[in-house]
């Protein structure tokens, strides 16, 4: 060999043999006795689906062991082995094999975690597979799996349950907060009493409950009956009784997750956006029990969703920025209760609160009034507040739990008075006199000051007329003589539903409005400004914005931004072929009009059922941007309501089969009046058309049998479009329209499974033809049929 060229010889052996060290560091699935895991290294499952290694949370210089979807530039945590317990060093720390369990040592090369097991095998491996289960095996048998040992997060393949003979569970904690993975206070588990599962605030305190397993789902999340991303198998035997969870499709990645909010979340993992939620239980975050803990007040309507009552301030401010409520408030000010020496002006007072849900462990007192109530919380020092209402008087020691700020106007609120120390009311009273001083120095600016609020008020008197802002400036009550004048005596106008007509208008400002006169609404003012404020609430991208309303004795009447399209029925349904809405455009309808309706049952703070949704409700921006209208109708029309819709001409065909047979509705009724709007959006044609002869038309009952049936879908067309449409949408939208419209509402998905539907997120097989619309089909002497 020729000398010069031996050193590039040299140097090319050894730079294969450590590409090939590091390769087998960096890329093998398995932790053997002669190779351990370390700094920057990582293990991947054989499909590099999954990757372990070190990692640490948020901006912290923890660093703990823990395993993520190799594809998540983001490395969301999916299992972590020393959660209790971080190194500071992950270069000088090591996984490895030791006396055949799998240890982490830390830089002072002392075992911070081990799988501990009972095991002296000398042949010992982990091994990370691809469905994220990491494996401790000898040549014989599974010594340890990390399925058994989950931490805040439950994988497809994996279970959770309850071991009869070493009496263990398989639970699910949360993180404390986002940057420290140690054991949270809420935990996911299994009560194997009734066979449901649990979520429990500080493992003592069960807050909400799946329900009792049916054999297909919980009783209390229906929703599972569509879920197309996972099933679950059940088993119950001598040594078990456990769930586990399984993926109908095995490339399909999704996780529950017991999250630091103290709700359960379902995942998916889409290429293009990452995570996504699909779901979370409780619903809303206000239902975790004590989520924002002592003296914090939780509401919906607000982000952070905690806040803490007025004279306090949050126990540790840097958890509260990592989401982590649970150390609640504490008082900026000391009580001075028990003080004898202090005049009534020092004394602990009471601050009203309103619109307050009370919190817990209340006790009664015997009062005759207010003051009396507020006597004898005043002669306990361990008395932290008090109500007075028609209930009597309560009040409450110790520390304040669970409470919960409602919105104005909502009747489950009610006034709290909460017990603070003088100086935190003296506080304002000094401010308020030093300005009056300032005001009382200052005349001229006080003219200019009065000046300019006379001239906001006649500018606005010039815009609005008498109106009022009310509900926080988002509502305003308008006097009717100002929408009579806006609408020049409601002369022009736009249509006609079950709930009055809607007439066009205009403001001072020249902000086109469109003015809907209520019929037979027949509350008292009270009820109905309580109502309207709390729709006046309600704002999303696909609803109508409601904009203000009038009440004068009889007349009643709810004022909208004008959509410049008009409503989705004077588009379909109409012989112009040169204003034919496009495919694309009705699949957007149909996405943006299922969006308002998931808003409306899942993400406000009541579930509000629409109770009428048809083409006529669906209303048409500018850019054909659909707005649902009329939500929340069914509450002003109050026990009316049933009578006076199912009288409607034209509605009748929407009305889902158990409203008609009396029972009582549920957001599912809604569904089902979506399902036959999209077969008038695909068709084009009303579902159903009665003549003067008594026969019918059921285009509906067709289109179904068509799709159902696996014929040509371009026969349930709109044949304006002459064929142009999107073939994978319009196989999405037909077999959402058959699933909506099911006879048996625990049939039909919730608004949110329509939505990933259509949304493309999951794929649903064809139902069956619903009964109902196939006795029409095999009965009705004129049935249309589609060619």
Not at 158 to 171: L, R, Y
Not at 299 to 305: D, G, I, R
Not at 409 to 417: A, E, F, M, N, V
Request: with cysteine; aromatic share 10%.
């Amino acid at each position: 060999m020729n000398f010069k060229t031996f050193p590039r010889f040299m140097l090319l052996i050894i730079f294969m043999y450590l590409f090939i060290t590091v390769r087998s560091l960096s890329g093998s699935d398995t932790i053997s006795q002669n190779k351990s895991l370390s700094g920057d290294q990582t293990v991947a499952s054989v499909g590099e689906v999954f990757v372990l290694g070190f990692f640490t949370p948020g901006n912290t210089s923890n660093y703990y062991v823990g395993m993520w979807y190799k594809n998540d530039p983001s490395q969301t945590i999916l299992w972590l082995a020393n959660r209790e317990k971080s190194v500071s060093n992950r270069f000088s720390s090591e996984l490895r094999i030791s006396h055949g369990n799998l240890v982490l040592f830390d830089e002072t090369k002392n075992p911070i975690w081990s799988t501990n097991i009972n095991s002296t095998s000398t042949s010992a491996r982990a091994v990370l597979q691809d469905d994220g289960n990491i494996i401790v095996s000898d040549e014989r048998f599974i010594l340890w799996q990390s399925f058994d040992h989950p931490t805040d997060t439950w994988l497809p393949g994996s279970k959770i349950g309850f071991n009869k003979i070493t009496k263990t569970k398989q639970v699910l904690t949360s993180w404390k907060n986002l940057e420290n993975p140690s054991l949270g206070l809420f935990t996911f588990e299994l009560d194997p009493s009734d066979v449901s599962y649990i979520t429990l605030w500080n493992r003592s305190r069960n807050y909400w409950t799946t329900g009792p397993w049916t054999g297909d789902i919980f009783t209390l999340v229906p929703e599972m009956r569509h879920n197309m991303i996972c099933y679950f198998k059940f088993v119950s035997n001598n040594s078990e009784t456990s769930f586990t969870m399984y993926a109908y499709n095995s490339s399909a990645i999704s996780r529950l997750v017991m999250d630091v909010s103290g709700q359960m979340k379902q995942f998916l993992w889409l290429p293009s956006n990452g995570w996504k939620l699909l779901w979370s239980f409780p619903r809303q975050q206000c239902q975790v029990y004590a989520f924002c803990g002592a003296y914090g007040s939780c509401s919906e309507n607000s982000l952070p969703f905690c806040s803490c009552l007025p004279g306090f301030e949050p126990n540790s401010q840097s958890y509260w920025d990592l989401k982590d409520y649970s150390s609640g408030c504490m008082r900026k000010t000391k009580l001075q209760c028990g003080n004898n020496s202090l005049d009534d002006s020092e004394k602990d007072r009471f601050l009203e609160v309103p619109s307050m849900s009370f919190p817990e462990d209340k006790q009664s007192e015997r009062a005759e009034s207010i003051t009396e109530c507020e006597s004898r919380c005043v002669n306990k020092c361990s008395c932290t507040a008090y109500a007075y209402d028609d209930n009597g008087c309560s009040i409450w020691t110790g520390d304040l739990l669970n409470l919960k700020q409602l919105t104005a106007g909502d009747s489950s609120g009610r006034t709290l008075y909460i017990r603070l120390a003088a100086s935190e009311f003296s506080s304002h009273g000094k401010k308020k006199k030093k300005l009056v001083g300032v005001a009382a120095g200052s005349a001229a600016g006080l003219v200019v000051f009065l000046g300019l609020i006379l001239f906001t008020w006649r500018h606005r008197k010039k815009t609005i007329g008498t109106g009022k802002a009310i509900s926080g400036g988002s509502l305003v009550a308008f006097g009717y003589r100002d929408l009579q004048n806006a609408t020049k005596n409601f002369s022009e106008k736009l249509g006609e539903g079950g709930f009055g007509s809607v007439f066009k208008g205009r403001l001072a400002d020249s902000t086109v409005i469109a003015v809907k006169k209520l019929e037979s609404v027949g509350q008292g003012e009270k009820q109905f400004r309580t109502e309207v404020s709390t729709i006046g609430a309600i704002q999303h991208v696909n609803l109508v914005r409601l904009r203000g309303f009038c009440s004068q004795g009889t007349k009643k009447l709810l004022v909208y931004d004008y959509m410049a399209n008009g409503s989705l029925d004077s588009h379909l349904f109409h012989d112009n072929d040169s204003n034919v809405l496009d495919w694309r455009t009705r699949y957007q309808i149909a996405l943006g009009s299922a969006s308002g309706l998931v808003y409306l049952h899942e993400k406000c703070r009541d579930c509000i059922i629409h109770c009428d949704i048809k083409p006529e409700n669906i209303l048409l921006d500018a850019e054909f941007c659909p707005k649902v209208a009329d939500f929340g109708l069914a509450k002003l029309v109050g026990r009316e309501f049933s009578r006076v819709l199912t009288t409607i001409r034209g509605t009748r065909g929407y009305l889902a089969p158990e409203w008609i047979a009396g029972v009582a509705i549920t957001p599912k009724a809604d569904v089902y009046s979506y399902g036959m709007m999209l077969f008038e959006l695909i068709s084009g044609r009303r579902n159903s058309e009665v003549y003067e002869d008594g026969t019918a038309k059921f285009l509906a009952a067709s289109a179904a049998s068509v799709i159902v049936k696996g014929g040509d879908l371009r026969s349930v067309l709109d044949p304006r479009l002459e064929g142009n449409a999107d073939m994978e949408e319009l196989k999405r939208v037909c077999a959402v329209s058959c699933w909506c419209i099911q006879d048996n509402e625990v049939d039909r998905p919730s608004m949110g499974r329509v939505m990933q539907i259509l949304e493309g997120i999951i794929e649903v097989d064809l139902p069956p033809v619903p009964r109902s619309l196939q006795l029409l089909v095999e009965n009705q002497e004129s049935v249309i049929f589609f060619t």
